[in-house]
C-alpha cells in the first residue's frame, strides 16, 4: 500500500507546481511586454482608434466681440468719488452670436454700467474681485442677448480711481 500512496503524491505535487508555475510566467511575460513598449502601443493603438470613431470635431476657434468703453462712478458713502474704467472683449461661442449681441448692445451697456455702479471700490481688489466682475459680467451678457452665448469676458483695460 505504501507504494501506491507515493506515485499519486508526487503526481500531486508536479500539478501543483504547473498551477504556480504558469500564472508566474504569464506575470513574467507580461511586465516584459509592458517594460519592452510592447504591450502600451498595442493598448493605445486600440484605444486610439476607439476615440478616433467617437471624437469630437476640433475645437472652433474663439470668436471676439469689442466692447466700448465704460466709466462708470461705484458706489461709495462719504468719501470722494470713485470711478472705474473698463475695456473688455466678449469670447462668444459662435461667430454668428455677434449680430445678436450688437443689436442688443444699449441693453447689454444698461446692464453693465448699472452692475458697475452697485458696486464699492473694496470688491474689486484682488484677483477673486476680478472673478466675481468676470462672472457677473458673463451673466449679464447672456441675459442681454439670449440666442447668443457669451463663455468669458477679457478684460483689456481695468482702472479704479
Known amino acids: 500500500m505504501s507504494s501506491e500512496a507515493k506515485p499519486e503524491k508526487q503526481e500531486g505535487k508536479g500539478k501543483r507546481k504547473l498551477l504556480l508555475a504558469v500564472p508566474l510566467l504569464l ?4 511586465a516584459g511586454l509592458w517594460f519592452s513598449g510592447i504591450l502600451p502601443k498595442l493598448l493605445q493603438g486600440g484605444a486610439e482608434d476607439a476615440h478616433a470613431e467617437h471624437a469630437a470635431p476640433p475645437p472652433r476657434a474663439p470668436v471676439f466681440f ?11 458713502s462719504g468719501r470722494r468719488a470713485s470711478y472705474i474704467k473698463l475695456r473688455s472683449k466678449l469670447e462668444l461661442a459662435r461667430a454668428e452670436d455677434a ?12 446692464l453693465f454700467t448699472t452692475y458697475l455702479r452697485e458696486l464699492r471700490p473694496e470688491e ?11 462672472e457677473e459680467l458673463i451673466a449679464r451678457a447672456n441675459l442681454a442677448a439670449p440666442p447668443a452665448r457669451v463663455t468669458d469676458i477679457l478684460f483689456t483695460e481695468l482702472l479704479l480711481q
Do not use: E
Not at 449680430?99 to 444698461?110: E, G
Open 66 to 76: 469689442d466692447m466700448p468703453d465704460i466709466v462708470a462712478n461705484l458706489s461709495v
Open 124 to 134: 474689486l481688489r484682488g484677483s477673486s474681485g476680478t472673478q466675481r466682475l468676470r
Open 99 to 110: 449680430a445678436p449681441l450688437q443689436a442688443a448692445m444699449p441693453r447689454l451697456l444698461d
Open 27 to 30: 506575470a513574467a511575460a507580461g
